[in-house]
């Protein structure tokens, strides 16, 4: 059994925006909104800096910042995750050790970017994030933009140790997903990374979710989360379909966090706009955010 206490984990976990301010430098007192807001709702965590948090867009002084802003705002309140994974072990290391000075209740990374790396590279890569500090570690498997492929055998010499508290799987493999729960084992979490998939993964194993798009319609997320728990699975599903009528159109547009900004902003949460290479909406594409913002708020009321 793992030392740690995995419960605090599970549950719908959001992966939260990045904030900025109207000169795009790192916004603390949105950061401090938005992860109130969150909070209010009553959902159970936040992950910051990850790939909604647009991490890899921003210099470590600028994730510090944010992380510091979350953990002060909510950590007596939220589990906080801190990502912490960059382009090099160094920067991840001293990422690591800020996380553990600023109470974040645990970190997480990916392979580090950009270079093709071998299982033995990333293994050293993951330990010495692991022994830079005493906090549980997430393993976050997203292949599709990492170009990583973690092997069950890999995953399984991870999770023998006591830190290494779960994996957060963002590959679409549901099947991948069931296959890493059976491999690490019942106190090993696995945590649903696409939002598509949420009851899907739930259903086959996940122990809950990280999700970037739970950030515009938490609410919705917390219903499936709900009606999953208490046996429903027909109205569960119901749900899933509702928020993936709202995911598909979320991605129509250039940049998916533009498109969730634009749509916080509407109801008064300004983050600022995404990071470039990431797109803020057109202003001819306001009209879709509006209406897509009225549908949201519309389920939502249903709740
Ligand atoms: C590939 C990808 O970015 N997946 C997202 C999903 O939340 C994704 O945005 C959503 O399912 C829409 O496709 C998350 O798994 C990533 C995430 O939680 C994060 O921001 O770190």
Redesign the pocket.
């Known amino acids: 059994m793992k030392s740690y206490h995995l419960d605090r984990f599970k549950g719908i976990t959001i992966?939260m925006y990045s904030c900025y301010d109207e000169q795009g430098n790192v916004s603390p007192e949105a950061a401090r909104r938005l992860a109130r807001h969150y909070a209010d709702v009553g959902v159970s965590g936040l992950?910051v800096g990850?790939?909604?948090?647009e991490g890899m867009l921003q210099s470590a002084s600028e994730r510090k910042l944010t992380l510091e802003a979350a953990v002060q705002e909510v950590g007596r309140e939220l589990t906080v995750i801190a990502?912490v994974g960059a382009p090099s072990t160094r920067e991840s290391i001293e990422l690591a050790k800020h996380a553990e000075e600023v109470g974040a209740h645990a970190v997480s990374a990916v392979p580090a970017i950009y270079y093709r790396l071998s299982p033995q590279s990333v293994e050293r890569h993951w330990q010495a994030i692991i022994d830079s500090t005493s906090l549980p570690f997430i393993i976050y498997h997203?292949p599709?933009?990492t170009g990583f492929q973690l092997s069950k055998s890999l995953l399984v010499k991870m999770a023998a140790q006591d830190k290494v508290i779960g994996v957060k799987i963002?590959a679409e493999s549901t099947f991948e997903l069931q296959q890493f729960k059976a491999a690490g084992g019942d106190d090993f979490l696995v945590l649903n990374?696409?939002?598509?998939q949420y009851l899907a993964g739930r259903s086959i194993g996940a122990d809950g979710g990280?999700?970037?798009?739970y950030g515009v319609m938490p609410e919705l997320f917390m219903q499936i989360e709900r009606c999953f728990a208490e046996g429903k699975l027909e109205e569960a599903r119901k749900w899933q379909f509702t928020v993936n009528e709202i995911?598909t159109e979320l991605?129509s547009f250039p940049s998916?966090y533009g498109a969730c900004k634009a749509i916080l902003k509407l109801r008064g949460l300004d983050i600022g706009e995404p990071r470039m290479p990431l797109l803020p909406v057109a202003e001819t594409d306001m009209e879709r955010v509006r209406a897509l913002n009225e549908k949201i708020l519309h389920y939502i009321a249903q709740v």
């Open positions: 992966a992950y990850g790939s909604s948090g990502h997203i599709q933009t963002s990374g696409p939002d598509e990280i999700g970037g798009t995911i991605l998916l």
